[in-house]
């Protein structure tokens, strides 16, 4: 390996290192909705999918909209609640033990539901028409009081080559894809 190529791998690493200290951050392209999600969040996301393995799995988001307003800070997630049902390309979360648990978070850290999480098993992390019908039904719903739900989707093999992609429902009807925007632009007009 050459010095110059030794010293970019260096880089790497320590940009990798300074965002799990910090959270992978990611924006919608018009910087309306961001989430910042820890590295420790991520993780247990990506264990929970090795588990689950060759079935969809997933979960929810919970955690807080930063001072700005249009930040999402995630701070805990779910595992499957234990009446979820998982086949090799659907999901259907449960909701037992749910509400206790998120009851619980909002008398603790004053942190609340933000959305959902799930794994395409060795599958593209691309919404299907029938995420977006379940994050719509669930904008829509009085129970949860979140007009605006995230989905975060994991892809790819999760033991060797996963990837996640995020996504913000919107008041104007879709789902709008948050992504990768260096924090240097952050401050700019687009
Ligand atoms: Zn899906």
Redesign the pocket.
């Known amino acids: 390996m050459s010095l110059h190529k030794a010293k970019r791998n260096a880089d790497l690493v320590d940009l990798r290192s300074a965002e799990e200290a910090q959270g992978l951050e990611r924006w919608t392209v018009d910087r309306r909705f961001g989430i910042r999600i820890p590295a420790g969040c991520l993780n247990r996301i990506i264990k929970l999918s090795q588990k689950a393995d060759r079935v969809?799995t997933g979960g929810i988001l919970v955690g807080r909209y930063v001072s700005t307003h249009h930040c999402a800070e995630v701070t805990d997630v779910s595992g499957a609640p234990s009446d979820s049902k998982h086949s090799v390309s659907r999901?259907l979360r449960g909701i037992l033990g749910l509400q206790r648990w998120l009851n619980r978070l909002w008398s603790k850290n004053g942190t609340y539901y933000l959305g959902e999480w799930?794994y395409?098993p060795y599958a593209e992390a691309v919404?299907?028409s029938?995420?977006e019908d379940e994050i719509e039904d669930i904008a829509k719903s009085a129970n949860y009081q979140c007009p605006e739900p995230l989905l975060l989707?994991v892809g790819g093999d999760p033991h060797h080559d996963w990837h996640w992609r995020a996504f913000v429902w919107t008041a104007d009807a879709r789902l709008t894809e948050l992504v990768d925007i260096p924090e240097h632009h952050l401050g700019q007009t687009p």
Request: charged letters at 20%.
């Open positions: 969809e999901f799930h395409h919404p299907s029938m995420d989707i």
